[in-house]
């Protein structure tokens, strides 16, 4: 890449978006599972621990990756989903399914 394509490029954008240990697990979850509790990815999400999971949450929804929706009931109900950007990605994960099997 030539000094202007590098400054145009996303990618670094991107990987703080989607990089890390836990936000591709999660994504993948709300991507192919739909629609999850905190509970629930906590247990899809194995090996995260409750405050990584909330912060990668946080991080997701502030990016637009992810809408939390807070129910009004007792005791209260959250419930995570991806949101149409997030969605988009799902090209991404079978893109990267594809490469995996076919590399073996």
Do not use: N
């Amino acid at each position: 890449m030539d000094a202007e394509q590098d400054a145009l490029c996303p990618a670094p954008i991107i990987f703080s978006m989607i990089g890390g240990k836990w936000k591709l697990s999660i994504l993948k979850t709300l991507i192919f599972k739909e629609t999850k509790r905190f509970g629930e990815l906590r247990r899809e999400v194995e090996g995260i621990t409750q405050t990584m999971l909330t912060k990668q949450l946080r991080e997701l929804e502030a990016d637009g990756l992810i809408h939390r929706e807070v129910f009004a009931e007792v005791p209260p109900r959250v419930e995570y989903s991806a949101t149409e950007d997030g969605l988009a990605l799902k090209p991404v994960f079978e893109a990267m399914h594809q490469w995996w099997l076919e590399r073996k």
